[in-house]
């Protein structure tokens, strides 16, 4: 059974970071691209960021550009988002998602994650 396993998430101060982890079981991460997205109440999904297989091609939400920054370490199977310069309208849970095929900033993933609480607080 594949799960993606989120973690990083917590309360922080605006202008502070964080990093987020995007943890793979049942699937080699290294075989898929990984997007993050975030979500609160009230408001539809948002795409934040993505990278592809090796890592060369990166997409982010203008939202976040220049403050987010997603890598991945397929030798640990994982993906990350660090996260700077937060902003109290980040405050959203944020999950990852991966795909066979390149998805980019759109909602076309395969699997997808529960999610880690991110609030920002001003």
């Known amino acids: 059974q594949v799960q993606l396993v989120e973690s990083g998430g917590g309360l922080v101060q605006a202008g502070g970071s964080l990093r987020l982890s995007c943890a793979a079981s049942?699937?080699?991460?290294?075989?898929?691209?990984v997007g993050w997205f975030r979500q609160t109440p009230g408001k539809e999904r948002e795409a934040v960021a993505a990278?592809?297989?090796?890592?060369?091609?990166?997409a982010y939400a203008d939202s976040v550009k220049g403050r987010f920054t997603i890598s991945r370490d397929n030798a640990k199977n994982t993906v990350y988002l660090q996260m700077d310069s937060l902003k109290p309208e980040d405050t959203a849970l944020y999950y990852c998602?991966?795909?066979?095929?390149?998805?980019?900033?759109?909602?076309?993933?395969?699997?997808w994650g529960q999610g880690t609480q991110v609030t920002v607080s001003s």
């Open positions: 998602a991966a795909a066979a095929r390149w998805a980019g900033l759109t909602a076309k993933y395969d699997y």
């Open positions: 049942g699937l080699t991460l290294g075989s898929r691209h």
């Open positions: 990278i592809n297989l090796g890592g060369a091609v990166k």
